[in-house]
């Protein structure tokens, strides 16, 4: 299987401030970006999509942003909540496949 | 809508045995799903692409003897982990894209645990 690193670094953040998960993907080709939030033993939970034609979308609380130049990817939660505390994952659909690529994961927690 | 469901959620099998995992989309048709497994604190990893009426795509490294992948029906894909040995203890989890839609629906995941 592919994947982007094995690592898995930790964002502690206060609660109510914002926060900024980054991710570089692998692939100039790919075409589309979904950030996934996982809590422990369960499966990902879609947050937000990005196709490579936009550069930034916002949806209710989070914005991702694209920056293709960089090959980077952001997820920015506003007002973070103890209930945000989850991994985040960022995810890669290449251009000439349906495969979904996973990159290393952040774990978010929230300080009350 | 676009609702994945895979059991069991969680299984413990003796080292030597065979262990199914089903994947099933409620409502609606997927020619294709996804396996995936995930090692504690770190990500998920592809397995196979399943394609329903054909043989699944494997990921380089992914024993297709091993991980017997079967996609029979429009709804219905199934891992089978066999001669499960303690090193196949992990998480997996299955995953589809609906036809004509951008987006991926993923189940709830299967921990298993080989003694």
């Known amino acids: 299987g592919e994947s982007v690193g094995l690592h898995l670094p930790t964002l502690s953040v206060q609660e109510g401030d914002n926060s900024i998960i980054n991710c570089a993907y692998s692939?100039?080709?790919?075409?589309?970006f979904i950030w996934y939030k996982q809590e422990s033993g369960k499966g990902p939970q879609f947050i937000i999509d990005?196709?490579?034609?936009?550069d930034k979308r916002q949806g209710q609380r989070v914005t991702v942003l694209l920056n293709k130049t960089v090959k980077h990817l952001s997820l920015q939660i506003a007002a973070t909540q103890p209930g945000d505390s989850a991994v985040y994952f960022c995810?890669?659909?290449?251009?000439?496949?349906?495969?979904?690529?996973f990159g290393s994961g952040t774990r978010l927690l929230v300080r009350p | 809508g676009a609702v994945v469901s895979q059991h069991p959620s969680w299984v413990i099998c003796k080292s030597g045995t065979s262990v199914k995992i089903e994947c099933r989309s409620l409502?609606?048709?997927?020619?294709?799903m996804f396996w995936y497994r995930q090692f504690p604190k770190q990500s998920l990893m592809l397995m196979a692409t399943?394609?329903?009426?054909?043989?699944?795509?494997?990921e380089q490294g992914v024993e297709k003897d091993k991980f017997l992948i079967n996609h029979a029906s429009l709804t219905l894909s199934t891992l089978t982990v066999t001669s499960a040995h303690p090193e196949d203890s992990s998480f997996y989890i299955c995953?589809?894209?609906?036809?004509?839609?951008?987006?991926?629906?993923f189940g709830s995941g299967t921990r298993l645990t080989v003694v």
């Open positions: 409502d609606f048709q997927a020619t294709t």
């Open positions: 990005i196709r490579s034609n936009m």
């Open positions: 995953s589809a894209k609906p036809e004509g839609f951008f987006g991926y629906t």
């Open positions: 692939n100039s080709a790919s075409d589309y």
């Open positions: 995810a890669e659909k290449m251009d000439s496949s349906y495969k979904l690529i």
């Open positions: 399943s394609n329903e009426g054909s043989k699944a795509t494997y």
